[in-house]
């Protein structure tokens, strides 16, 4: 376990300068075509369902602990080909028939307890017309009106006007995720997202313009850079972030499973972050005092290495979700 708790603590030497002097020009970004062509099938998904929803706790932006429904909607596939995405593997090839977003939506708010917010993941952008209908946001914003939150996520590109009528159909607040994913901009042109930083920025100052608050993905260990350096730009990442006006950054590990990571694994352009990286970018986030940090805890086990201590750091990392507080760190005997 190293002993460093915040970037400026890791010791210089530890940054290969090999990474830091990619030729990047060498490095040509996948093509659609590629990415797809190295595909796992898709998961079987029903157009009246959504393919899973849940409640969690949160901490909000005023410092209570609320109870967040999530629901992931079942609709058509993105139109982006980003390489590190696996969320295509829950959604249909056609748009999903006009009516069935809300069917989704009321089937899930059915079963899930009384929530203060909801999150509606639609494995893409909310605001993409071939995903959600536009005909059907009067009716989402009936079902989902009165929560006081309602985020959904969206691509930088697609932050317009419809994203303002949508924002007036609710009693509630609208609050738009956004994945940034990295701020490095060589590694962002080659994950194939279409978006710069700029175009990123340009998306938060217009929506928190128009009083929607902004949140953002950003991911730890994307391809195309060593753990060190990873670790050096994701919270550059946040920075970047909160420089550009997000109020909540989540820090999502990037994972393998959508074939393009495996691919870029075989030539050593891609290798699952450590855990100690998270924990390290985690603690750098909440130091800086910017605005909310939180880990993505979903899919942790793919982590760990160490048996004997990953529930107990699992469990620290939930808690520094919770507390937004920085929390001593787990001393294991073995790793
Ligand atoms: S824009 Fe989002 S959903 Fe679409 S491919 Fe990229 S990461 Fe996946
Ligand atoms: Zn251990």
Not at 110 to 125: E, T, W
Not at 190 to 198: C, D, Q
Not at 242 to 266: M, S, V
Request: proline share 7%.
């Amino acid at each position: 376990m190293p002993s460093w708790r915040c970037m400026s603590d890791i010791p210089r030497g530890d940054i290969p300068t090999v990474m830091t002097k990619t030729n990047w020009g060498a490095i040509a970004p996948l093509t659609d075509a590629q990415i797809e062509a190295v595909r796992p099938p898709k998961n079987d998904v029903d157009s009246w369902k959504p393919y899973a929803f849940l409640s969690e706790p949160e901490r909000s932006s005023d410092g209570a602990i609320v109870d967040v429904a999530t629901i992931f909607l079942t609709n058509r596939e993105c139109p982006f080909r980003c390489v590190f995405c696996d969320l295509w593997k829950n959604t249909t090839d056609q748009r999903v028939p006009l009516g069935a977003i809300p069917k989704q939506i009321a089937f899930a708010l059915d079963q899930l307890p009384r929530c203060h917010s909801v999150k509606l993941y639609n494995s893409g952008n909310f605001f993409d017309r071939q995903a959600i209908p536009l005909e059907d946001h009067r009716a989402i914003g009936q079902l989902v009106g009165d929560f006081d939150t309602v985020i959904v996520e969206n691509h930088p590109s697609l932050c317009n006007d419809e994203c303002l009528r949508f924002r007036d159909r609710l009693n509630g607040r609208l609050e738009m995720a956004l994945g940034l994913e990295t701020a490095h901009p060589q590694v962002l042109a080659r994950l194939n997202k279409r978006m710069s930083p700029e175009t990123f920025q340009r998306a938060v100052e217009f929506l928190v313009q128009e009083q929607i608050p902004v949140r953002s993905f950003i991911l730890l260990r994307p391809p195309y850079l060593g753990e060190s350096v990873a670790r050096e730009w994701a919270v550059r990442s946040l920075r970047f972030a909160f420089d550009c006006g997000i109020e909540c950054c989540t820090i999502i590990p990037t994972r393998k499973g959508n074939g393009a990571l495996e691919q870029l694994a075989q030539i050593d352009q891609f290798s699952t972050p450590q855990l100690a990286s998270l924990e390290a970018v985690f603690t750098a986030g909440l130091e800086m005092e910017r605005g909310r940090v939180f880990v993505d805890l979903w899919d942790l086990d793919r982590l760990s290495t160490c048996r004997l201590c990953a529930a107990e750091r699992k469990q620290r990392l939930l808690r520094m979700n919770l507390s937004q507080r920085v929390l001593p760190a787990v001393r294991c005997g073995v790793c």
